[in-house]
């Protein structure tokens, strides 16, 4: 106990994430792949990967396939263990957010995008997921690739380069703005329908846009004067939703 000022001062205990250099370690195995133990003063953790696991960098879009559908071996204590397939990971059993923030944001998309090739699915054995499979279903997906996403293909110009793409260019690439922006009109038809959160506001009416901030509706307007006739119904119809929320513009 420290002494300060003559008087002992109380021990104040480590925060949580500062016990992680003395925290004991195990291993269990899970369906065959590790699950890593760690215990300390403060918490006791069950996760897939080891501490210090860092998702591999500017990795081809086959060789993350490959860790998409096997999983990677890691070193642990001196010995080699194999972490489940990377499509079975979540990021609650992630050490840290920042892995669980790269697997989705760096992993899922393009990986997610190939698995919806038609005639796809998941062998209901993970021994059946030999390399045999993965290089024939890497094929047959890469395929769907080019049928839903095939700007990405004239926008590399050769294969050299498209081989050359990292798993975050292609995350990139297979966005939903990115094919409506560079897609052809057959990649945007394969856009599946927009979700709540990719729709344009609905809530704009003739220049003026509600929002709720807080617990107030709050009315902006984006242009002064209405351009032709249906512009001008279009204001009044606003004026009318103003004043049926009770909303006096001249207040704001």
């Not at 994430?17 to 590790?34: D, F, K, L, P, Q």
């Not at 890593?36 to 696991?53: E, L, R, T």
């Amino acid at each position: 106990m420290a002494v300060r000022g003559g008087k002992h001062a109380p021990e104040v205990p480590p925060a949580p994430n500062a016990i992680m250099c003395r925290m004991e370690s195990g291993m269990t195995y899970n369906g065959g792949w590790a699950q890593f133990y760690y215990k300390g003063q403060f918490c006791a953790k069950f996760w897939d990967v080891p501490i210090g696991f860092e998702f591999p960098s500017k990795t081809t879009r086959f060789l993350g396939w490959k860790m998409w559908l096997q999983g990677k071996s890691v070193m642990h204590e001196g010995t080699m263990k194999n972490i489940k397939p990377f499509r079975l990971l979540e990021g609650k059993f992630l050490p840290n957010k920042r892995l669980s923030t790269d697997l989705f944001a760096n992993w899922h998309p393009i990986f997610r995008k190939m698995q919806e090739a038609p005639g796809f699915s998941y062998p209901a054995s993970s021994a059946s997921v030999d390399d045999e499979f993965v290089r024939s279903s890497y094929e047959l997906c890469t395929n769907h690739l080019r049928e839903t996403v095939s700007y990405i293909w004239k926008k590399a110009t050769n294969e050299g380069r498209l081989n050359g793409y990292t798993l975050g260019t292609w995350c990139k690439y297979v966005s939903r703005n990115q094919v409506e922006k560079y897609g052809t009109a057959e990649d945007i038809a394969h856009l599946p329908p927009p979700t709540a959160r990719n729709k344009k506001d609905s809530k704009k009416r003739g220049g003026w846009s509600i929002e709720k901030r807080g617990v107030r509706l709050v009315a902006t307007q984006t242009r002064k004067k209405p351009r032709n006739g249906n512009d001008a119904e279009i204001e009044a119809q606003a004026d009318e939703l103003m004043d049926a929320l009770g909303i006096d513009m001249h207040r704001l």
